[in-house]
């Protein structure tokens, strides 16, 4: 069994410092791995990146993210990956990265992803071509996850998005703007890729729960809808049997584990 915290859209800015450092450090004995689905600055500023850098520098275990759109706005985005790679993270953008868990190998895949729809509801890329630019930016988050996805040599692979892949985990936010917080392509990805669990958040209004139309159990681990400072699930072989609620009957189940006292 593996032990996955998790958490999106922790939002730091420049006076966050010192709030999100004794969550961290809080994991220690009480998870593997530490995933942060995105958005991890207000508005993607160098010197907010330097305050999440601290935060997590020295963490008891390995820290993975991707980044959000937020920190994608000050147009400094390699510049924040770089901030984070020098406090230790390892930041995936289409890319994967395997950590060894007690001789289990855990795999993680992870894209920021992008709008776009659901079925039924979806944008095409036809017409302008700003309309096209959107949706194949889409798209090739998609591929990109699938082949990080496919890439794997592991027990349990992860998915790991900032945008979502299913409108299940929306429900709660306006529907007019369920296209602008995540698109089908990456469940597509998910469910292609053989991934056992997948994790995003960016919508901050949305819903913990939900599965791709492939069986895929989704959890939105945005800060504000896990209402805790993070999530944590067990995976792999036991967490059908180890955790307190069963959420998903596969042998790639995803189970809701209790959050350390103080978390
Ligand atoms: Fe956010
Ligand atoms: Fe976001």
Do not use: W
Request: negative net charge.
């Amino acid at each position: 069994m593996m032990r996955i915290a998790a958490v999106g859209d922790i939002h730091l800015g420049a006076d966050s410092g010192g709030t999100f450092g004794p969550v961290v450090r809080g994991l220690a004995g009480h998870a593997d791995v530490l995933l942060l689905a995105g958005d991890l600055t207000q508005h993607g500023l160098p010197a907010e990146a330097e305050v999440v850098a601290a935060e997590v520098a020295g963490a008891p275990l390995p820290v993975i993210a991707v980044l959000g759109n937020h920190d994608y706005h000050g147009d400094a985005e390699r510049e924040i990956a770089g901030i984070l790679t020098g406090a230790g993270v390892t930041v995936l953008e289409g890319t994967s990265t395997v950590v060894d868990v007690d001789g289990e190998r855990l795999g993680v895949a992870g894209v920021k992803g992008f709008g776009g729809g659901f079925a039924g509801a979806s944008g095409s890329d036809f017409g302008e071509p700003l309309m096209k630019a959107f949706v194949r930016h889409t798209k090739e988050a998609a591929a990109k996850l699938q082949y990080a996805l496919d890439a794997l040599d592991c027990d349990f692979r992860i998915a790991l998005t900032h945008y979502a892949p299913i409108p299940d985990t929306l429900i709660g936010e306006r529907a007019e703007i369920y296209p602008f917080l995540g698109s089908y392509h990456l469940a597509e990805a998910m469910d292609a890729g053989g991934a056992g669990l997948a994790l995003h958040g960016h919508a901050h209004a949305g819903s913990e729960r939900g599965s791709t139309a492939g069986g895929v159990p989704v959890r939105n681990v945005a800060r504000p809808v896990i209402g805790r400072p993070c999530a944590i699930y067990a995976v792999g072989v036991g967490a059908a049997v180890e955790g307190a609620r069963m959420v998903a009957p596969s042998p790639t189940s995803a189970v809701d584990l209790a959050a350390p006292t103080g978390l």
